[in-house]
C-alpha cells in the first residue's frame, strides 16, 4: 500500500511539473541530437515547413526574418513534415540540399516529422496544447519566448514578414 501511495504522489508531482520547449531533445537535419535548451534565453519560431507546397516561397521571407531578428535574439526552427498533401516527400538530405541551394537557409533546421495526426511528434502535441490549435497546413507558425512560454500560433497564410507576426516578435524581446 505504501509503495502505491509513493508511486500516486511521484505520477502528481510529474503531472505539476508542464515541461517546456526547452525539455525536448530533437534530431537536426544532419542527425544530430541537440537539446532545444540551447535556445533558452531566445525567442523562437517553430515552423513545420515542406518543400513543395504553395507556400514553400515563404522559406526565403523566414530566412529574411531570421537575418533581421537573429541578433536580437531571434532563432527561426524549421521541421519539415509530410503531413499535408505529401508535400514533403524527400529525405533529410535532399530537404537540406533544397533549402539551401534555393533559399540560402542558414537558420536550424531538423529532420522530418510529424506535426499532427496519430504520429504526432511530442514536441508539436506539447506545442499544440499551449496554443489550443492543431497544425492546419504546412508554413504554420508558433512562437515562443524567451522563457519558454508559447506566445501565439500563426497560420499558414502568415507572411514571415507580415506586421502581426514581426509585432509579436518584437513585443517578444
Known sequence: MKRLLLLGALFAMSLGAAPSVDDFDMKTIDGDTVSLSQYDGKVKLFV???????????????????????????????????????QEPWSNAEIKTFCNREYGVSFPMFSKISVKGTDQHPLYKFLT?????????????????????????????????????????????
Open 48 to 86: 513545420n515547413v515542406a518543400s513543395r507546397c504553395g507556400y514553400t516561397p515563404q522559406y526565403e521571407g523566414l530566412q529574411a526574418l531570421y537575418e533581421k531578428y537573429k541578433d536580437d535574439g531571434l532563432v527561426i526552427l524549421g521541421f519539415p513534415a509530410n503531413n499535408f498533401g505529401q
Open 129 to 173: 496544447s499551449k496554443t489550443g490549435e492543431q497544425i492546419g497546413w504546412n508554413f504554420t507558425k508558433i512562437l515562443v519566448g524567451k522563457n519558454g512560454e508559447v506566445i501565439e500560433q500563426f497560420e499558414s497564410k502568415v507572411e514571415p514578414l507580415a506586421p502581426e507576426l514581426t509585432g509579436a516578435i518584437e513585443k517578444a524581446f
